[in-house]
Nanobody
Framework: QVQLVESGGGLVQAGGSLRLSCAASGRTFSMYGMGWFRQAPGKEREFVAAITRSGGSTYYADSVKGRFTISRDNAKNTVYLQMNSPKPEDTAVYYC?????????????????WGQGTQVTVSA
């Protein structure tokens, strides 16, 4: 069982920066691949970024590539999402998720545990 708690959301101006954190419980954090997803009102949950267990591989949605960076600190049981140059269309509830898969996965169904989400609002 893994419990995930996101933090760091809030209001940010377009072109600014924001860093989301996701703290995981348990001693097996390094055994899980991690991902960030987001969901805007009236839209389906969409993939944002993913990172493998060791942090050696990452993958991004085209919409955030070059602006967002996913990273992890296994010693701190934490995964991060650095959001640079956010746009109003990035406004959503952001969720972190953990998967037992040993490779990058992008579908929500492939993730086993989810956090409660944190709201990010980007003003123009």
């Amino acid at each position: 069982q893994v419990q995930l708690v996101e933090s760091g959301g809030g209001l940010v101006q377009a072109g600014g920066s924001l860093r989301l954190s996701c703290a995981a419980s348990g001693r097996t954090f390094s055994m899980y691949g991690m991902g960030w997803f987001r969901q805007a009102p009236g839209k389906e949950r969409e993939f944002v970024a993913a990172i493998t267990r060791s942090g050696g591989s990452t993958y991004y949605a085209d919409s955030v590539k070059g602006r967002f960076t996913i990273s992890r600190d296994n010693a701190k049981n934490t995964v991060y999402l650095q959001m640079n140059s956010p746009k109003p269309e990035d406004t959503a509830v952001y969720y972190c998720a953990a998967t037992r898969m040993g490779y990058i996965v992008r579908r929500p169904l492939e993730y086993d545990y989810w956090g409660q989400g944190t709201q990010v609002t980007v003003s123009a």
